[in-house]
T-cell receptor, first 109, second 116 residues
Framework: SQKIEQNSEALNIQEGKTATLTCNYTNYSPAYLQWYRQDPGRGPVFLLLIRENEKEKRKERLKVTFDTTLKQSLFHITASQPADSATYLCALAGDKIIFGKGTRLHILP | GAGVSQSPRYKVAKRGQDVALRCDPISGHVSLFWYQQALGQGPEFLTYFQNEAQLDKSGLPSDRFFAERPEGSVSTLKIQRTQQEDSAVYLC??????????????FGEGSRLTVL
């Protein structure tokens, strides 16, 4: 069955450092991959989309990579700030859009 | 409207009651999705509409769950004879794209259902 794994449930990073989150998947061939941010009690908010033929995408302090051979995406936040603390969700788009469990990121001041 | 609107934001139901959750998508958005999110988990796909047509309902957990979008705009997710395991946040999302697998999703704030 289709499976998405996000590397850890929670990640603590010191302010100013780069946070790297991992998304791995099996038994799926997504047309593209998305990353969302979700704050407590709120709906997910779209951050970035990367297509299967793209290796890397950047937006301000965010960078996403997509390796269809490894079936993995990495999501980086550079110069992290306490305001970046949230849950980050990976989503794969194939015949439907499916989400991982998310990684709770804590940026420590 | 400016964003996806869901109501009610919070619903407490006694086991066995029927509930109806409403989603008002962004005007002009063709695609509409319902997801179920349990505490500490990611959103789980329930169903997908393109305009008024329900093209995928493979994620609905049982025949107690029913969704409709009769005029291709507002959608209602109905849960009959609620059970405790139905307690979750129900998220609605819309997209301007016509294909299920293209484009970003715009989510509402969710309806938190608690079944006692």
């Amino acid at each position: 069955s289709q499976k998405i794994e996000q590397n850890s449930e929670a990640l603590n990073i010191q302010e100013g450092k780069t946070a790297t989150l991992t998304c791995n998947y099996t038994n799926y061939s997504p047309a593209y991959l998305q990353w969302y941010r979700q704050d407590p009690g709120r709906g997910p908010v779209f951050l970035l989309l990367i297509r299967e033929n793209e290796k890397e995408k950047r937006k301000e302090r965010l960078k996403v990579t997509f390796d269809t051979t490894l079936k993995q995406s990495l999501f980086h936040i550079t110069a992290s700030q306490p305001a970046d603390s949230a849950t980050y969700l990976c989503a794969l788009a194939g015949d439907k859009i499916i989400f991982g469990k998310g990684t709770r990121l804590h940026i420590l001041p | 409207g400016a964003g996806v609107s869901q109501s009610p934001r919070y619903k407490v139901a006694k086991r066995g009651q029927d509930v109806a959750l409403r989603c008002d998508p962004i005007s002009g958005h063709v695609s509409l999705f319902w997801y179920q999110q349990a505490l500490g988990q990611g959103p789980e796909f329930l169903t997908y509409f393109q305009n008024e047509a329900q093209l995928d309902k493979s994620g609905l957990p049982s025949d107690r769950f029913f969704a409709e979008r009769p005029e291709g705009s507002v959608s209602t997710l109905k849960i009959q004879r609620t059970q405790q395991e139905d307690s979750a946040v129900y998220l609605c999302a819309s997209s301007i794209r016509t294909s299920v697998n293209t484009g970003e999703l715009f989510f509402g704030e969710g309806s938190r259902l608690t079944v006692l």
